[in-house]
């Protein structure tokens, strides 16, 4: 069987946690979350015709009272940047994140996710935001964990990146 | 190739020429009849053909496999039929082929079967019985679990119920082992969340060389770690201190030895490790409780519920045969007169009777003896009372007549009381005046009695009459009879008064004088008295002698028995 783990990376209530929730049925409970800031979901996908066992990493987001954990990030086959579209400073914290774990996550396939793209009235990010995305020559992706869009799409693609690296 | 026409124009023949030039060279005609007859013998020998597809065969299979599975699906349906064939005409060299590979799966397969069974059976057979299985049982119904479960888990000191190797950097899974009766769940995700919790501990509380083992709800989880991979092994009850880590790092060692290459390149794909199973097996360790072997116990117990049972039928018998005891002295009371039972039974293990008795009914305890039951065991109340039935009747005239031997009484239907045999007079007078006295009689008929002393009376009567006292004329002492004819009217005379006393009757005596021959009364007194003094002293004090002169017939002297108070002839 073959198995790769995928984090998820971002700051608080950017919806990490929802679009996993979105995406396949919880494993560990919430409470479990809290404790040791991170919680395991597993997802069986087919990527480049093999099935891929997906464990998911949902990672507690960075705030002041828990640390982000680095070394749950180790082995990690790919990840997510997770931010929230209505509030530009979340991309700008993921992009920090990022930095932040340079040591850990170097050449490590990822892809940027632009969640709660249901919520157009209040999208902050702007083309200049994508320009800048695209000149990087990062992949993104807008998606909305209450609609579903993208989500599906986004994870079959991380997975298809897993299996490159 | 076709002959050319004869009738082919020049022109055209020149054409023709060119255009094989065109396509052979300039080769010489011959050279290539002789490649072309070379090529038809080639085609047309079967057996050249046959080496050449064999030399072509394999290359030509494996190109085809890698292809697409068009060849194997075609030759799918050949070999199936081919093999299906072989097997009916003659199974034997199919089977001879096979066997290496079944003979020991099957082995393996029931070995495991009664394994399993066995150890099921035997430990529920000891345990099913105990005070502690049974609650065990309360547990299983009460959780769901199967007892023989509950019985391996709570026999169990520990056992190592899952072991997982876990690639270190990624904390993904390689394999997984398990016991044999574990039911999983998602294996994958456990290694993250030991990494995790691994990580955590150590991170916070700076545990060196991270957390070697924690606990989750029920069992313990236990690590050791290589280079490369860790080993997590889920155990539960409590984990032995060195046997099981010894185990798992020698297993890990072996891991790291064997699969060193591929624990490098680990990429998520662990079909690689399904090879490891040997070593993570070396893990599933268990121990059991020590038992003491309840068989002892078990015995003990079928020993005493043996006893106790045979001690129940024992007294079950008893209880059995003394209650039909009890019925048959019921019974016969029922039967026996002069006792009526108003209520019997049995109260606080204890029989009683209470009911009416007649005092001249049977005994109600020697009845109890004769039905094998102890009187002292029987509670008794009778009251008192006169039971009219005739053997009643007859038993209590018996005995308050006190009839003589020779008196046999008989009461028939009525209350008639039928007495018959011979008695004394004072008897029969007692008879006749107690009887109609008796409770239950109301009529006596004594016609077949008979008076033993009127019988006495009559005979001595009829003896002395034979005797007559002859006086000479006008003389007073009368002529002398033998002695022994006086002995014998003496006597007789003895036997008619003591049966006259006893019938209450006196005597009294007649003296008949001769008026012809003018005999005067003087003379009669005189002959009187010489009488009298003839008789003993007794019979002269207890009769009433007074002489009754009678004028009539010879001279004589005649005795004649009368009631004291009345001078009538009897
Ligand atoms: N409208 C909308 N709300 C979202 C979306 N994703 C998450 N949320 C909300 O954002 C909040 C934070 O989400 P959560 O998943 O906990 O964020 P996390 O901290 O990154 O795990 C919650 O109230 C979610 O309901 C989305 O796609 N659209
Ligand atoms: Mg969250």
Known sequence: ?165 | MPRRSPTTTPNAQDELERLRELILGNAAPERIQKELDRLRARLDDQGIRAEEISRALPAAIRRSTARDEQLSQALGQTIEGALDASVRRNPKPIAEAIFPIIGPAIRKAIANAIRGMVQGINQTLEHSLTPRGLRWRWESWRTGVPFAQIVLLKSLVYRVEQVFLIHRETSLLLHHVAADDVRLGHPEAVPAMVSVIQDFVGDSFSEAGGLQQFEVGEVSVLTEHGPEAYLAVVVRGIPPASHLRERMNRALERVHLEFGAQLGNFQGDSDPFADTETHLESCLVEEKRSQKPNWVSASMLILALLLFSIWLTVVLVRDFQMKRRWNGFLDHLGTEPGITVVESGRRNGNFFVHGLKDPFAADPQALAGQHLLRPQNIQWQWEAYHALTPTLVERRAAALLEAPDEVRLQVLEQGLLQVEGRANHAWIRRLDLQAPLIPGIRKVNRTALQDTDAMALEQAAQDLESYTWMFPPQASAFADLSSDAQNRWLEGMERLHRAAVRMGLSMEGQVRIDRQANESESLATERWQNLLAALPANLRRNSAWDPVFLTEGSPSLQFRLAWPNRHSQD
């Open chain 1, 1 to 165: 069987m073959l198995q790769k783990k995928i984090c998820l990376l971002g700051s608080p209530a950017v919806g990490k946690t929802s679009l996993v929730a979105q995406y396949v049925h919880q494993v560990f409970s919430e409470t479990y979350l809290t404790t040791v800031g991170v919680k395991i979901d597993k997802k069986e996908v087919v990527a480049g015709d093999r099935k891929v066992l997906l464990l998911v990493w949902d990672l507690h987001g960075d705030d002041e009272f828990q640390r982000l954990q680095e070394s749950y990030l180790r082995g990690t086959h790919a990840y997510f940047l997770v931010a929230d579209g209505t509030r530009r400073d979340t991309l700008e914290h993921a992009l920090e994140l990022q930095q932040r774990f340079q040591a850990t996550l170097n050449g490590i396939p990822f892809m940027t996710l632009l969640n709660k793209a249901d919520l157009t009235r209040q999208w902050e990010l702007d083309q200049g935001n994508l320009d800048e995305l695209q000149a990087r020559g990062w992949e993104f992706q807008e998606t909305s964990a209450r609609t579903g869009k993208g989500v599906e799409s986004a994870f079959r693609r991380l997975a298809e990146m897993s299996l490159q690296s």
